[in-house]
C-alpha cells in the first residue's frame, strides 16, 4: 500500500505533521510513504527514516494553475490512488 501525505507550506505544521508518518509506519510498517512538500522545506524531512520518498513541489508554479494537475500527473504514474480533501486545510492522499 502507499499513502502521500501533502502538507505543503506553513514549516510548523509540516513538523507537527511529521509523527502522522511515524503513526502510520508503527501500525503498518510496510506501507510506502510519499510526502509532497514546497520545495524550500523538502530538506526538513530528507533526514526522516519514515517517509519513504520526499516530491518538492513548486508553489508558486502551481499557484499559476489553481489545481493539482501536477499532484495528480505524479500520483497517476505512480500509482497513488489521489482523494482531495477540499474542505480541510490538511490533505491526505491515499
Given amino acids: 500500500m502507499r499513502v ?3 502538507r505543503l507550506t506553513a514549516m510548523g ?3 507537527h505533521t511529521l509523527s502522522s508518518a511515524q503513526f502510520i509506519k508503527g501500525q503498518m510498517p510496510d506501507i510506502h510513504i ?3 512538500v514546497e520545495e524550500k522545506f523538502a530538506e526538513i524531512l530528507g533526514r526522516n527514516p519514515h517517509i519513504d520518498s520526499i516530491v518538492p513541489v513548486n508553489m508558486h508554479g502551481l499557484k499559476k494553475k489553481p489545481s493539482f494537475s501536477a499532484l495528480e500527473v505524479y500520483c497517476s504514474a505512480t500509482g497513488i490512488f489521489l482523494e482531495k480533501d ?4 490538511r490533505r491526505i492522499l491515499l
Avoid: L
Avoid at 477540499?86 to 486545510?89: A, E, F, L, Q, V
Fill in 86 to 89: 477540499i474542505g480541510t486545510s
Fill in 13 to 15: 505544521d509540516i513538523i
Fill in 34 to 36: 510519499t510526502w509532497f
Fill in 4 to 6: 502521500a501525505i501533502v
